[in-house]
């Protein structure tokens, strides 16, 4: 058993993989299945700590990358840790900066050793292994921490695939080395791109490693949906059932259910706060883009199905004239509805799994929403 | 008396002409002096009701030039007027269009039927005139709406003061006569430069017009502090004591405390909101720039006597954190602050007169804040 991270498995859908349960971490407890928003630079944009648990947050997600370049990670410890700089005191997840500087293209340049690259702010050199992401991430001080590996591009030939996976097999195991605050739950990752054979070497080789939950990497980076469904469906079932599993990455409404389905505890990305502030609203019969002339006269709420702050209080009319004025009350008021779209729909799933109709739930939901 | 507003004096200081006073709307009352936050496009930028509420906002004021250009006063008529639309239940006052389109330089015309301009959003042309300024403000339906006068330039020729105000008072018996809400209270508008003559001028002929209320107009637009005390020590005894007096566009903390001095009762200004979204600061000992190395590692509160929502829970470093960022988080949480220090300096002043000390209180804080 983990000191930091419990895994509590409380129902399993009778018709899908879906699963009910609950993970224990030193700061607060966290219903699964979930969607953990992003707050990349150590606040999700737009919000405070109170509308975040206003809106349904358990957890959320900081970007190691980032806080790493700005402010840093000793200024952050100094400051007591992730927790009281942002005044967010529930569960935090940190990734390892991986998939951030492996995104930087020509900017980086991966060894064995680990992958040099230069800052996006004011292109400093700087260099990210195993062993620093670490370093990083205990100074951070977030309840669930990530091994440092690759996360290949798509398309990824075979050959790249395999070496990448092996590399970051042999990462996770220095990460592990490198890990030392018993308060800190490290997760392994496992990549293998859509090759089934390498997902499957992926999955054998990151559980003997013995993590106390493992995330699935490398989807939703490009890939058709049905490969990423087709990828789910072979490697979840090669994880522990004992432990969380996470997709990283993945946050559009409908892919939460089909992730949910194929037997997926945690999510989170940018996606639902971005497209939010670019006037992209999740609503219970599909996406609805605010600036629309057709809204300029609507005074009904966005989404009268909708409890979230937003909907209780304003038009879709004033919505618009928010987004056309570019004023930021806007962004506020798109993001918490954004938000509460997601983790009250994360909620609706976990009652449907434990009253059993996920199923009907789930075909309910992608009929009324849109499946794309 | 009055339908729509009714002013009550409570107190008079007995050393300087500062006065504590009541008013009442339709939409509540307002305790005097206060200074009324800015709520430019029908959203006072970075904030929602609730957090007006929080930081002691009574009383807003919104811009008809900008609402008349978008989203439209008929669109915010068929909402249920400005309340409605943004979602704000207590008073608010409307200016008239009349500053900023007269502080469009070469896209405007002046005649004595009224300003032709063409618009900073799309170039169109327009036409301003006292009757439609009041069309406009009826539809809007703020408690408090403002004649359309002229504010004339600093430096400005005698010559020239006079005929604008004396335009100005045609216009503001042509407001009268237009002004056709009973639910809506117009206030006449003092101008005459900096011209003692002429402010005593245009305050006897305006307030032989009968309005409930006076504003003094064309100060802080680029004269000397001493020339506005000046122009409000000889104008302020010239209106009736029975109604209130609100001098515009000012809202510095010291100018506040100078103005409540010479027996000002309400004040307005972009200002506080929009040094806070620069990220400069009032605090008890005068403004702090955030972004200033010094903050970097400083894990204490902006100002440790103030009591609002930033400085209760977040540090100096957080701050320039988010400003260094960019994040917009930063800019709500120094709005909150410069509102919160305002409104909350208008407490004290308040309190002060109440307890007959305020100008022991005037002469601390500006020797604590500065009186610059």
Redesign the interface.
């Known amino acids: 058993m983990n000191e930091a991270l419990q895994y509590q498995l409380i129902k399993k859908c009778s018709t899908t993989k879906a699963r009910l349960g609950k993970i224990s971490t030193p700061h607060g407890e966290i219903e699964t299945p979930i969607f953990m928003p992003v707050g990349t630079?150590?606040?999700v944009?737009?919000?405070?700590?109170e509308e975040l648990k206003e809106v349904g947050a358990q957890i959320i997600l900081s970007n190691t990358y980032h806080l790493y370049l700005?402010?840093g990670h000793d200024?952050v410890e100094?400051?007591?840790g992730l927790h009281k700089?942002?005044?967010w005191d529930g569960p935090i997840l940190t990734d390892s900066g991986g998939f951030q500087v492996f995104s930087l293209g020509d900017l980086r340049q991966i060894s064995e050793e680990g992958v040099e690259f230069r800052s996006h702010l004011d292109g400093s050199k700087h260099f990210l292994s195993p062993e620093r992401a670490i370093e990083i991430e205990n100074a951070l001080g977030a309840d669930i921490i990530m091994a440092f590996d690759e996360c290949p591009p798509y398309p990824c030939s075979h050959e790249y695939a395999k070496a990448s996976l092996e590399r970051t097999i042999r990462w996770a195991k220095r990460c592990q080395d490198a890990h030392h605050r018993s308060n800190q739950a490290l997760f392994g990752i496992v990549q293998g791109g859509i090759y089934q054979d390498l997902r499957e070497q992926s999955a054998r080789e990151i559980t003997a490693l013995d993590f106390p939950g493992y995330a699935i990497g490398g989807l939703s980076v490009g890939e058709p949906k049905e490969i990423m469904h087709e990828v789910l469906d072979y490697t979840v079932p090669l994880l522990p059932e004992n432990k969380p599993r996470y997709l990283m990455g993945v946050g559009a409404p409908q892919d939460l259910v089909e992730g949910v389905a194929r037997g997926i505890d945690m999510f989170d990305c940018v996606l639902p706060s971005r497209v939010a502030r670019n006037g992209t609203l999740f609503t219970s019969h599909g996406r609805v883009v605010i600036k629309n002339a057709q809204y300029?006269?609507d005074?009904t709420p966005l989404d009268p199905e909708c409890g979230c702050?937003t909907c209780r209080?304003?038009?879709k009319?004033?919505l618009?004239?928010?987004f056309?004025?570019e004023?930021?009350?806007g962004?506020?008021l798109a993001t918490i509805h954004n938000l509460h779209f997601l983790l009250d729909l994360m909620k609706k799933i976990r009652q449907a799994i434990q009253e059993d109709r996920f199923s009907q739930f789930s075909e309910e939901f992608l009929g009324k929403y849109g499946s794309r």
Do not use: C, D, V, W
């Open positions: 630079q150590a606040t944009k737009t919000m405070t700590s700005r402010p200024l100094e400051a007591g700089f942002m005044n300029a006269r005074f702050y209080n304003y038009t009319a004033y618009r004239h928010l056309k004025a004023e930021i009350l962004l506020r």
